[in-house]
């Protein structure tokens, strides 16, 4: 009998109604007294030399406050890279300067050159066109091995080439050298993890408000973490103390890792608000978050897998070419190295695991974390290779992973992480019964018989979630520590508002987390609230991405609940005038054990702030607590999915006709969300295996710059998937024993999608090896013709 | 400027606009009814969708002045008269239809659109009516399930919850 309240039940989530009903309220709907708009005049070259910047006649256009460019911004910091690789040879990477508007140079098609504010939006569009910007051209890297050729254009001319780092890990050399030269078999692919972008519905917007009374500034911000954005602007670019600087995330539309990081967009409003002393807004437009949004993957990687006569894995090498774009967003050196690197063993026992990554710098937008953020690349490598191994050597590719799953926990892997628990062969039986693998060979037929091919695929995943423990990502290069923090503010008449770090932008955190407090305390989910996304609310946060947010987040809010029942037990043994150590909490009351006397939890709340009665020598009047959470490992989620696809041979077209994903979360809090989470990662990993990819041509032009050219999924793109998470091995290390569910989706499902068009075009007589994402009609056809 | 008379949600409204301010300007910055939402420059997104004499309209592809004297519903008129949400809305709330509610007005205004000449969708036809209308979050499983639910169709067999 599913629960009807506390942990594991599926309450409907509370914020909807304000969704539904279009009273939500997200950046774009803050309208702020005196504002003015800003338009950001963009390069429309991909690399050049800025030669004059003449707004003059600009400034004479109707409505003008002010027009900024990059002279402004002298002597002001630049957007900070918030992780340092160090390459293989002891070096630091290189680090080039990013500044807010571009000064000298244009890097990519997109990067501001100058900023018109105006009284109105129309008036600082058309005065943007009358700014007169000279840009001699200069030849544009877009493709990453040509980039580091010798003589390619630099994209920073600070630096010697466009190398940002060259990057090993893993295994020792003579391991990996050896299990290669004793290989009995090993299979080589070579393949490409597409460039993609994120597209949250939701365009960034960012209201810059100075309030010159009190020397503050508000920034409010389409972020998935505030604090960070406070931290990072305040500290690294605007020179502004915490306690002047307050960011508010209110409700955010999406995110998806785009919103993880600070954007030129954020500082420049924050910091022109105060030069002219009038609010500051920007909302971009569809067509402008293409081209300044951080965009995600485009990894191109050889991988090879060496097997012995046996089977057994016995050696894995990667060696992937990184694009960083023009400059290092926040977290982008991170991704193809800690959280791609790092899953590089999968939930296999390969003893020597050695990962090679070339970051590399480009005239295109900068890349960064995008849903799964590293771990998609590994994942859709290794399980690739896996089935190519299992074709190349006849066997069945579920047979030869199972074969080499990892059974035995915790798991030190050779690159560098120890996973704490998991089970694979459950995971992986409970797909098999979900799929009815058994009746795939009669609905191949069926298709056939319809001139139509049919193909299965298959793949596991496993991923680092529950982002990070500070000490160990540290040592990795990390600038910030990843714990996060909750506050527990109890009231007079016991009702909770519980301030959280994790920022909710579709996750039903208001939901969810009251599910927990609610649990521990045995009140009513109704007596809770949760606090998110204002700086000024909430004491400090590191946010919410690699589905962290109640693995970490969760995690101090339960460590703060259980501050809060300790010293609420104390108030009660004086109310009850028992012992401390007697006394039990339950269903909100509080017993003396074996007594039936008992004190109720509403009149031990009023007690703490009208004490009256109260122990006011032993301890402090209120009820109230916050706890600080660092985890002492990551979290790893892992599963099997499967994917059936029908393939036209007249055509090349690929529909999906079957998805089945069987993961392992751990403990689950509201198991409707969690699925809804598992649903939209799927689609975005169909969406990159089937339909999406971001593209430039030779000179750095964006040609897929609006949804008119890039194929977002669309629901007739997708079927009703098979979701289950019914096989939970409890992380050992938090108190809530979750895993994180909010990548897993779009971290498994590529690989299947393409396992599956492979074995279609093979059932077909079709010798294809590998296609590259998205798999097109086009591709899929030219595949087929050899 | 042009003096523009409609009525939005039930009642008359009556404004001096620009000739070129586009009807998602119209709702959301001089009726400040920002449960329109604007998610693309394109027409493709369907964050904005609105009924204008009844018909689902993209609002980012008409002037304000195309909607002189006409009936415009938008997502903050289509609770029942006691507030409560209505069937369409209750069931995306049900069936766990929204993660991060921008698209959902857009998609709320299409789906009552739709079942209102089609009370009872299979589906495909579900799937199709919503070529317009993305949504980043929810992968559309549970849109689809909540369209049908809110049809009145039996959904419990439909893969997962």
Redesign the interface.
Known sequence: MPKDHGIGA?P??R????????????T??INVYGQTYCHFLRSDVAHGKITSIDTSEAEKMPGVVRIFTGKDFEGLGGLPCGWQVTDKHGAPMKEPGHPVLAQGKVRHVGDPIAAVVADSLEEARDAAEAIMVEIEDLPAVVDMKAALESGAAKVHDDLDDNLCYDWQFGSEQEAVDKAFAEAAHVSTLELVNNRLVA?????RVAVGEYNRANDESTLYTTSQNPHVIRLLMGAFVLNIPEHKLRVVAP????G?GTKIFHYAEEAFVTWASRQINRPVKWTS???EAFMSDAHGRDHVTKIELALDKDNNFTGLRTDTYANMGAYLSTFSSSVPTWLHGTLMAGNYKTPAVQVNVKAVFTNTVPVDAYRGAGRPEATFQLERVVDKAARELGVDPIALRRQNFITEFPYATPVAVEYDTGDYVATMDKLEEMIDRAGFEARRKESESRGKLRGLGINCYIEACGIAPSNLVGQLGARAGLYDAATVRVNATGSISVMVGAHS????HETAFPQVVAEMLGIDESMIDIVHGDSSKIPFGMGTYGSRSLAVCGSAMVRATEKIINKAKKIAAHLLEASEGDIELKDGQFTVAGTDKSVAWGDVTLAAYVPHNYPLEEIEPGLEETAFYDPANFTYPAGAYACEVEVDPETGKVTIERFAAADDFGNVVN???V??QV??????GIGQAMLENCVYDESGQLLTA???DYA?????D?P?????HSCATPCTHNPLGVKGCGEA?AIGSPPSVVNAVIDALHSGGHKVEHIDMPVSPHRVWQAMQG | MTKVTMTVNGKTVAKEVRGNMLMTEFLRDELHLTGTHVGCDTSQCGACVIHVNGQDVKACTMFAGEAEGAEVATIEGMANADGSLNTIQQAFQDYHGLQCGFCTPGMVMTAAALLRDNPKPSETEIRDYLEGNICRCTGYHNIVKAIMAASGQDVSAIAAE
């Open positions: 599926a409907k989530r914020e909807d109604v304000r969704f539904l009903t279009g009273t939500g309220q997200y774009d709907d597209n949250p519905m939701e365009p409700d955010v539309g999406g998806f437009t569809r067509s932008h579709g996750q039903g198991p409707m969300i699925e809804g649903h939209g990662g799927l689609a975005q609006s949804y008119m977002m999924p669309r629901a007739d997708v009703f998937y098979a979701v289950d989706g």
